[in-house]
């Protein structure tokens, strides 16, 4: 599969992939990379975050290819600061956020737009979040937000309030949307069917890489699709355990011990042999 390396890309998550809990990318794995990319191979991110989130990440990795951001919704190209693709969320997407903060009013939310998050329910979960993604939002009331674009809704709460806010919004039947876990306090409104793994075929022909054999590598639900798409899949050992089960490959090492690392060790091995 890995018979040149100028036609691999490796497509990765970054939280509790190519991030450990520190969110300072592993000297170890940056080294990988960069070996990687001199032997002619392509490195991608793929992540829920913002553009600001995650701009931070493709510059202290010196990348040059786009990113896929928002889980899918968008496609941003860095170097021209321009983003190549969207999809956005209905424009019920505003009253559908507000029956669900009428229904529960203890959860943080956000709106994200391409140009900035919109923070308008402010709570320790969802400064969580903030923080996490090292951003300056805008505070504001639904009604100030502007009724399009909208990537994505990030709902933030605790681990034990994550079940049944998932129950709730279940009955509330907004089945013109999707919604997805991307981590244990963050639940999210995404349009219908995008995914990390739907941002692929549009990736694919906007960057040039239809023929490239694409590695995907996450370690949580919404890498699932990302998995499925790629054209050989990678998981940390530290991935949750349907995950493990998707991914091609179930590596040995966590993403605090040097995963990326193993996987290009894996794949410039396979092609020495070669």
């Given at each position: 599969m890995f018979s040149d390396p100028k036609k691999v890309i490796i497509v990765s998550d970054l939280d509790g992939t190519l991030l450990p809990p520190s969110k300072i990318p592993l000297e170890r794995d940056l080294a990988a990379i960069r070996r990687f990319e001199a032997a002619g191979g392509r490195f991608a991110i793929a992540t829920g975050r913002t553009i600001q989130a995650a701009i931070r990440y493709q510059e202290m990795l010196g990348l040059q290819n786009p990113m896929i951001v928002y889980n899918g919704a968008a496609i941003y190209d860095s170097m021209n600061d321009k983003v190549l693709f969207s999809e956005c969320l209905p424009p019920d997407a505003i009253e559908m956020t507000r029956n669900i903060m009428d229904a529960c009013p203890e959860v943080g939310v956000e709106v994200l737009r391409a140009e900035t998050a919109y923070v308008v329910r402010n709570t320790e979960w969802e400064q969580h979040h903030i923080a996490l993604c090292g951003v300056d939002p805008v505070y504001c009331t639904l009604d100030e937000i502007p009724k399009d674009g909208w990537l994505k809704v990030l709902f933030a709460m605790s681990p034990a309030e994550i079940p049944p806010f998932i129950e709730k919004v279940a009955e509330m039947g907004y089945?013109?949307?999707d919604f997805i876990q991307s981590a244990d306090i963050f639940y999210e409104m995404l349009p219908k069917h995008v995914t990390k793994g739907s941002a692929l075929a549009p990736y694919r022909s906007l960057v040039g890489t239809e023929d490239a054999v694409i590695v995907a590598v996450g370690d949580y639900d919404n890498d699932l699709d990302l998995l499925r798409q790629a054209d050989f899949s990678a998981a940390p050992a530290n991935a949750v355990e349907i995950v493990?089960?998707?991914?091609?490959?179930?590596?040995?090492?966590?993403?605090?011990?040097?995963?990326?690392?193993?996987?290009?060790?894996?794949?410039?091995?396979d092609l020495a042999e070669r």
């Open positions: 089945s013109h949307v493990r089960q998707t991914a091609s490959l179930v590596l040995g090492r966590t993403c605090e011990e040097g995963a990326m690392e193993e996987l290009i060790s894996r794949i410039l091995g």
